[in-house]
């Protein structure tokens, strides 16, 4: 079986790479090669048990698309995106990668013919959600983007279940969570602090807290990212019926509570760590977040997240601490 | 104050033409010009009280929209679209008119530059919702269409919204529910049977029921889809907030009361000129539509429909058969 990852060099698709290197199978079946893109080049694993090829291009790109389908992946990984910030600073950018580039996919995959029919796992957001909500968005809330990145993921979901429909391909859509603890240095996401405040300290460096203690978020970790997608590839289409994007489990916690979670394995000096320093900019980009979900559907077809937040915690001292951390 | 409408030789688009050259004005302000547009050729108005332009173009192919808004409309009424059934059997020509025309309009106006923010008035559709639903089905209510039509007009609106979210345009989406009683021959349309009910018996012919008397619908007049126009239009942006689509008000009847209000408009001998011939294709299809709808934010915003069933059918003698039944 061949599998194509798009968006291979990111956080997700490098751990996504890991896990198919060592499982070497995805939902029982062998995978014979692997094809990562991205438009920097990924890095290829080592000991891979499977042929692998790296490409790097514009997946939106005319005639791109039709080439990196060209091996007939019966699984296409579609991670590939213009994030939030950017898709909001570079309208055009964000529109010809996140929409353009997704349709691109779908129609070299509607041109390749009637016997080719691939499992598209197509990465949405909760950004398809837009304030105001209710205190737990469910399974039918409706989608109202607040951001050009949201929209475009909420027409990926449309034209994702569009073309299931018409036996185009089959596709699962789902709606990570953030994604915390992100390894690696802090960036300038808005929602960066959410893995600032436990990654820092568990490294000895000092983390700032730009909003109130009573914030409430939901998170998964990276590996559970990856377990989603590992899922969602296996599923049975009839499974999932017409309605093709879920909205993934995660773990729903005030700052407070992870906070407490981290004195709770690390002690209170590594807690100490965290600097309250508002910020009201950040704040009021919070404020219009999701804080719960009730991601019934996906628990029922069998994606799972962490329970609680201290085992978030615990994943990310193993996974990228090699379980020291410093106190 | 100019006036174009996309769309304007089809049912709707003559009415609101009619309409427009009735009163002179829309929101308050005169109209100077007012440019109808369709892909065939609209018949003028006679007696305008203003200038009248007619062209005749596809609006999606290049450049079209560019020169359809070079008079700087202040109100847009985009009715253009390829319908349900021919979507559905034309994969592309849906996609190309109801899509790329759509955001071709929309991409034409950003190219405008900062000072034109016309009012677009997008005529969305309930098939962008799907089975299974509610009972009634609520402003929050997530969009699940389970045709290309629909998926192209929930499209529509999201960018709609994002459009008019960056400034470039001023957007007010309405889903109109099924236009009853329209005026004009049987055709072959599914939901052809719930005007044909109501107009052949009227006009001394006979008329076939396909599905049970116990089927619920939605339903509003061709004038009051003439209305809900209009008001789209009329309404202030700070009215509507970030979610500017809207599924209008209707009547929501069984076809047994449908049949009931001609009887009592009508008499018995023309409530008999209906045949009860059960279709198990058609009674398939309309069982996945949805029956009624709680349209409390449309209501709240002042959009207005009929009350009874009784007022639509009173609607169509005095519009389209001046006044006059075949008893």
Not at 255 to 281: C, M, N, S, Y
Request: hydrophobic share 40%; net charge neutral.
């Amino acid at each position: 079986m061949n599998v194509l990852i798009l968006g291979a060099a990111g956080m997700v698709g490098r751990k996504l790479t890991e896990r198919l290197v060592r499982d070497g199978h995805v939902g029982g079946r062998s995978i014979s090669w692997l094809i990562l893109h991205d438009v920097v080049a990924p890095a290829p694993p080592t000991n891979a048990p499977f042929s692998v090829t790296t490409e790097t291009s514009d997946f939106s790109a005319p005639g791109q698309a039709k080439a990196l389908i060209e091996s007939r992946p019966d699984i296409i990984f579609h991670l590939a995106a213009i994030v939030s910030g950017e898709a909001e600073a570079d309208f055009e950018k964000g529109y010809r990668i996140n929409l353009d580039g997704t349709r691109e996919l779908f129609e070299a995959i509607r041109a390749a013919g009637d016997d080719y029919r691939p499992r598209v796992v197509f990465t949405s957001s909760i950004a398809v959600f837009g304030a105001p909500f209710p205190d737990a968005i469910g399974d039918e809330f409706f989608l109202t983007p607040l951001t050009s990145y949201g929209t475009q993921k909420a027409i990926g979901e449309l034209l994702l279940a569009d073309y299931t429909r018409r036996g185009i391909l089959d596709g699962v859509g789902i709606r990570l969570p953030t994604i915390c603890v992100r390894p690696g240095k802090p960036n300038k996401a808005a929602s960066g602090f959410f893995s600032g405040i436990i990654r820092e300290p568990l490294s000895g460096q000092d983390a700032v807290l730009p909003v109130p203690d009573d914030v409430r978020h939901t998170h998964a970790s990276p590996r559970s990212a990856v377990n989603f997608l590992i899922h969602a590839a296996s599923l049975s289409g009839a499974q999932l019926g017409s309605r093709r994007s879920l909205t993934m489990p995660g773990v729903s916690v005030t700052v407070a509570e992870q906070i407490d979670a981290l004195r709770r394995i690390a002690g209170e000096k590594v807690a100490a760590r965290i600097r309250r320093e508002p910020d009201p900019t950040i704040m009021r980009i919070v404020e219009g977040w999701p804080r719960r979900f009730d991601a019934e559907r996906a628990k029922n077809l069998g994606f799972k997240a962490e329970e609680t937040f201290d085992e978030i915690i615990r994943i990310h001292i193993e996974d990228e601490l090699g379980g020291t951390i410093v106190t």
